[in-house]
């Protein structure tokens, strides 16, 4: 597994060309279900106590083909363990929902199966 990060390597706070790519390849299953990747850089992540300087990575589905958590669970969290302390949060929309910050863990549940139409992974780019 190319992507994997040795114990020793230094860690920058911006993604290089390589980690981009790495999460892409890591993201690849993600996109064999039609699910568009987008890369954004220096955003604010607001919540209820500040205002935290943040780039993110967007997984949006553009099949309208049912994706369950399921189907992109490993990959996502995959994408958090890579990014290691760089991650910040994640959040997910199902469809006809808002936005919804929680966990990124294995138990994380996105409710009932629902179908998803977009996850978020926040990290940090300071």
């Not at 230094?10 to 039609?34: F, G, H, N």
């Not at 205002?51 to 993110?56: E, S, W």
């Not at 990959?75 to 006809?96: A, E, H, I, P, Q």
Request: proline share 3%; net charge neutral; charged share 25%.
């Amino acid at each position: 597994m190319k992507y994997l990060r040795k114990f020793n390597e230094a860690v920058s706070p911006e993604l290089t060309p390589k980690e981009m790519q790495d999460i892409e390849d890591i993201l690849l299953e993600v996109k064999d279900i039609r699910m568009f990747i987008h890369f954004s850089e220096n955003s604010i992540y607001k919540n209820w106590l500040n205002q935290i300087p943040y780039n993110f990575i967007s997984c949006t589905d553009i099949s309208s083909l049912s994706i369950k958590w399921k189907d992109i669970k490993d990959c996502v969290l995959r994408v958090k363990d890579y990014l290691g302390n760089k991650y910040v949060s994640f959040s997910y929309t199902n469809f006809g929902m808002g936005p919804i910050d929680c966990e990124l863990n294995e138990y994380t549940n996105t409710g009932n199966n629902k179908d998803i139409y977009k996850v978020v992974i926040y990290y940090k780019n300071h």
